[in-house]
């Protein structure tokens, strides 16, 4: 059985981002980049599946600009065992993404198609979505757990008030929560293998997708500096807060 997992490089998620000057991005050159942290749940898993015999290979794509290299060549040493490189500058809206994971799709064939739940970046959490649509597959979005039999795929999912066990049958599109697992530490021996492992390339026009934007950033500003709270003494302190500072009772 084979397994795709996504792997997007994003800022690192101990980062402060901050605005640009003039309002039109956030800035990010200069700060440490990572592979988003569900991504690495994603490929973690993938490489649990490995390991208990039920996936035979993992072949880890990424969508970006050169440096994306680096966030495969992080899924290699986890365990991944190959790796596509989708090279381009453009930037990737999740639709454009998600058509180029389906053409992707299309020529690896895999049985269980592995992302994050979101992008720490964008936080849009609709690239998994838009590509089970796309290939008429089941999708399992927010798995908290995760069994593979021949067919299925079954897939714990956190929803609102508790958890819903779904049954899809393959191929599947499984978005991976945060309570999925905890991925591993890669050590250095990992790090120098999967230099070795293959790192194919391929562009947005190789696979016949024609990036387009839908989305025009208008502005992009910092939030409101929230005030500092208090410890209020009791219920009455807190009531009279309310009433009287606050004034919203
Ligand atoms: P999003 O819909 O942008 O929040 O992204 C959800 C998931 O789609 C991510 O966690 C990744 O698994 C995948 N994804 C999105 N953008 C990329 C990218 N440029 N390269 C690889 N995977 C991506």
Redesign the pocket.
Known sequence: MKALV???RVVDYNVKVRVKADGSDVDIENVKMSM?P??EI?VEEAVRLKEAGKVSEIVA????GKKSEDTLRTALAMGADRALHIETDEK?E?LT?AKLLKAVADKEQPHILL?????ID???????QMLAALMNAAQGMFASKVELTEQEAVVTREIDGGLETVALTLPAVIGVDLRLNEPRFVKLPNIMAAKKKTLEKTSPADLGVAVVSHLNVVRVAEPKARQTGVKVANAAELVDKLKNEAKVI
Do not use: H
Not at 61 to 64: C, I, K, T
Not at 115 to 119: E, M, N, P, S
């Open positions: 996504a792997v997007k988003n569900f991504d994603a794509v990424s969508l970006g990737l999740p993404v992302l994050g739940k979101q992008a964008d936080d849009a959490g609709q690239t998994a």
